[in-house]
């Protein structure tokens, strides 16, 4: 077996891809003119989220490929979950892969390099990813927002309109509770006019119900 993995170090990890980009972000959809938020809520919207490639088609697009090589660290991962090695022990395990890998002639450097390059794969889509979403979110929040403005300007509206009816109730009950007075003072006056049409001290301090039965007795 080659030593020279033994000095494989996983700095590299965290090095530069050659000077490589790392994938950039998908471009964002183009979005239609912006509609009132009463006609976003009637409609729903396309999801912008949760469709993600395949590990494959990440590994095939990242900046950095893989390695070609016959025998991957994906092929390893098989390998360890065999169930011809089901049941052993680790070691037992790991002496059955390096022998089974150097009578593959695979260099132990090169599946390394290959997990390596796999692993910054998986990291820089991740990275995109969550880009992605964060970039989504404060779309959502900002859209969020101006529909709660709306909400409030709609709000503030009605309720003014509600208060200007409870204003106008109140009004009205005003109106009626003066002309309640009113009506009392005019039934005031007609009863005691209608005193005097009676036998005096007849119905002395009686409402004008009382006054016209004493008026209706008198007359018989």
């Given at each position: ?131 992605n979403l964060e970039d989504f979110e404060n779309r959502k929040a900002e ?78």
């Amino acid at each position: 077996m080659p030593k020279s993995w033994f000095r494989f170090s996983m700095q590299e990890e965290l090095a530069p891809s050659n000077g490589a980009s790392r994938e950039a972000p998908a471009a964002p959809k183009a979005t239609p003119e912006p509609e009132p938020p009463a006609v976003r809520a009637a409609k729903p919207e396309r999801p912008e989220m949760g469709s993600y490639q395949k590990f494959e088609q990440i590994y095939q697009n990242a900046a950095v490929k893989p390695p070609r090589i016959a025998y991957g660290i994906l092929k390893i991962a098989e390998m360890v979950n065999s169930p011809h090695l089901s049941g052993m022990s680790p070691e037992a395990k790991r002496c059955s892969l390096l022998m089974a890998l150097e009578a593959a002639d695979a260099e132990i450097e090169d599946l390394l390099q290959d997990a390596v390059v796999r692993q910054r794969a998986l990291n820089d889509y991740e990275e995109a990813q969550q880009k992605n979403l964060e970039d989504f979110e404060n779309r959502k929040a900002e859209e969020n927002r101006q529909i709660q403005s709306e909400l409030d300007r709609l709000t503030s509206q009605y309720l003014g309109r509600i208060q200007a009816n409870l204003d106008e109730v109140a009004r009205a009950q005003d109106l009626f509770r003066a002309w309640q007075r009113e009506k009392q003072q005019e039934s005031h006056r007609i009863t005691e006019a209608a005193t005097f049409c009676v036998p005096q001290g007849s119905a002395n301090g009686a409402g004008l119900t009382a006054v016209l039965e004493r008026a209706t007795l008198v007359k018989r």
